[in-house]
């Protein structure tokens, strides 16, 4: 079965820093695009950046430019690991944050994406 599995999230302070971690079940990540993905209560689930299959090119939304960066490990050993590098955090980045798989390219579309994991919370107090 195919999972993927979120970790990291807490409670930080605003000006601090927390890394996600994601990963994956299967070796065939390697291949996939994967994302990050947010939800603050009562809004709906917003694009955060993606990573194409090798790491090489990376989009981020522009909300968290420039604070946020996404890095993956896609060695055997690693799990096809995927990390949210998070810097400088604000209140509104409070959310559940979720990793994303997509076999297709790389896309700030959360429809296009097949695979997704249960969500890490992240809060920012002021």
């Known amino acids: 079965q195919v999972q993927l599995v979120e970790s990291g999230g807490g409670l930080v302070q605003a000006g601090g820093s927390l890394r996600l971690s994601c990963a994956t079940s299967?070796?065939?990540?390697?291949?996939?695009?994967m994302g990050w993905f947010r939800q603050a209560p009562g809004k709906e689930r917003e694009f955060v950046g993606v990573t194409s299959w090798s790491g090489g090119s990376t989009s981020y939304a522009d909300s968290v430019k420039g604070r946020f960066t996404i890095s993956r490990d896609n060695r055997d050993n690693a799990k096809n690991t995927v990390y949210l590098q998070m810097n400088s955090l604000k209140p509104e980045d409070t959310a559940v944050y979720y990793c994303?798989?997509?076999?297709?390219?790389?896309?700030?579309?959360?429809?296009?994406?097949?695979?997704w994991g249960q969500g890490t919370q992240v809060t920012v107090s002021s």
């Open positions: 299967r070796r065939t990540f390697g291949s996939y695009a």
């Open positions: 994303a798989a997509t076999s297709g390219i790389v896309t700030m579309s959360k429809a296009s994406y097949n695979y």
